[in-house]
């Protein structure tokens, strides 16, 4: 007779109810311990501390894993939730992770939907599945603006379904910009990521053999986010068309204020890791934001749906991680304190004069509390949040001493002057992400996934290119000359 052997740390959905519903004091300790194991495996196979790569890395196994152990109440969701966070940021890419991608987006959404939305109060999983959540579209994005997506139709459609239910949630967080700029990312960009789903009557009778069908629109990115893309691979390549290129990108400037905020979102996040390498990218980086808000309070009275505050906000974040992880010390001390190298106040507050956190800190768009102001408060929040998140990081770093008194100085300056409720509510929320570990925004894999696909593109097609002497052309149409043969803006994959 043959016998089976059940494997004791296989992650099952009857193990996750039996963990939950344990009541009996020894039951719950052997659970924990069973869980914690789970977890030791779970790490292992995401290789936590070797970039997601090795042997005995298995990173769709993994993500399965921890989205269903993160379904266990206590420590060892907090702790599935930490290892999706810390891998979703570093692994590489891989149009293989597609199908997990999904499942995760899925079980994110779901619970969102049914389970923190309807907490009365914010719960540090609430803060980590939205961060997760972010990352895991932000994925899923590249894949489709790569053209990976085009056979994930099944998926789209459970994806699309459970979006509708995430909208009607998002109103939960309004007195939470980190995690409602996370919301809204989700959305948008499963907005992109479904484009219109299209079935027949027959998958409403629940025929299995139904056939999905996915009607494509066009990958189409602005030019903002082709530019700054392209500024990037320069940056990294260290192309002496630098300049030239971030000139040109400040052509694009008004795109910012595009509807469809998600392609300015992602040039930000773009612009924002080549300027942790580069002043100049800085210069141009914080010029565009410093046009694109002091624009904004000047049309907001006129249309108010003008204000993209999610570009607002998540600058803030991209500020941040270039204050802790800028390649120089004048970098990080530039994007704290901005260009002019000054720490007096400016004589007239209510014109921004740059876009570094001190600048921000002494912003004021109106001594009048009826007009814009009301808009721009998720900035300050968004200041306060990173300041707070700063102290922390910088605590210990004795070569940074400096920098971390100025931003502890600041800090304590806002706290006392700042008046609303909802910004100094900021405070706490950072202080419960800093005990929860969370990691800082990477997208360093992502962007190189792009890359791979321009260079695949270029072994193609850009050997026509060179065939023209474009070294005749003036500088300006030069640029535009090799910027317009590359493949924008049609999908990266073609």
């Not at 109810?17 to 914690?36: G, I, S, V, Y």
């Not at 540090?124 to 972010?134: C, P, R, T």
């Not at 907001?300 to 204000?307: A, D, H, T």
Request: aromatic letters at 8%.
């Amino acid at each position: 007779f043959g016998y089976i052997f059940r494997n004791p740390l296989e992650i099952t959905e009857k193990f996750i109810q039996k963990f939950n519903d344990a009541t009996n004091p020894q039951d719950k300790e052997d659970l924990l311990e069973l869980a914690k194991k789970m977890l030791a495996r779970c790490k292992r196979r995401s290789g936590l501390g070797t970039l997601g790569s090795g042997k005995h890395v298995d990173l769709p196994v993994a993500w399965t894993e921890a989205i269903i152990l993160a379904q266990c109440k206590g420590e060892i969701q907090e702790e599935a939730l930490d290892i999706l966070l810390i891998s979703l940021d570093h692994a590489p890419m891989n149009p293989e992770h597609v199908p997990v991608l999904f499942f995760i987006a899925e079980s994110i959404l779901y619970r969102i939907c049914c389970d923190a939305a309807q907490k009365s109060y914010l719960y540090s999983s609430e803060i980590k599945l939205s961060k997760v959540g972010f990352l895991v579209f932000l994925r899923l994005l590249v894949f489709h603006l790569c053209g990976h997506l085009e056979t994930s139709g099944e998926h789209t459609y459970r994806l699309h379904t459970d979006l509708k239910a995430l909208s009607a949630c998002e109103v939960c967080y309004h007195p939470y910009p980190n995690i409602l700029s996370a919301v809204q990312f989700m959305l948008k960009a499963g907005e992109t990521i479904c484009g219109a789903v299209v079935f027949s009557d027959s998958f409403l009778d629940s025929d299995p053999s139904v056939q999905l069908k996915l009607e494509q629109k066009e990958n189409m990115i602005q030019h903002f986010l082709w530019h700054s893309l392209v500024v990037w691979v320069c940056v990294h390549n260290n192309s002496s068309r630098l300049d030239e290129v971030l000139q040109h990108l400040l052509f694009y400037k008004e795109e910012l204020h595009q509807k469809n905020w998600l392609d300015s979102v992602l040039g930000l996040l773009v612009l924002g890791e080549a300027a942790k390498l580069n002043l100049s990218c800085l210069k141009v980086l914080m010029d565009l934001v410093r046009d694109f808000i002091s624009s904004s309070k000047d049309n907001c009275m006129k249309n108010l749906s003008s204000w993209h505050w999610e570009i607002g906000y998540i600058y803030t974040t991209v500020l941040r991680d270039i204050c802790l992880s800028g390649i120089t010390s004048d970098l990080q001390k530039t994007a704290f304190l901005g260009f002019c190298d000054c720490t007096k106040p400016p004589k007239h507050p209510e014109e921004l004069s740059g876009a570094s956190f001190f600048d921000f800190l002494h912003y004021s768009p109106s001594h009048d509390p009826h007009d814009c102001e009301e808009l721009f408060w998720v900035i300050r929040y968004g200041v306060v949040y990173n300041l707070v998140v700063m102290c922390n990081e910088l605590c210990g770093d004795a070569s940074r001493e400096g920098l971390r008194n100025a931003v502890w100085k600041a800090l304590q300056k806002q706290k006392n002057n700042e008046k609303d409720s909802r910004v100094l509510e900021a405070i706490r929320v950072a202080e419960v992400c800093i005990k929860s570990k969370m990691s800082s925004l990477n997208i360093d894999s992502i962007l190189h996934k792009i890359e791979t696909e321009l260079q695949k593109w270029d072994k193609l097609q850009l050997r026509q290119v060179r065939k023209i002497n474009v070294l005749k052309m003036v500088p300006a149409e030069k640029l535009n000359y090799v910027l317009n043969s590359l493949p924008s803006p049609i999908i990266l994959g073609n």
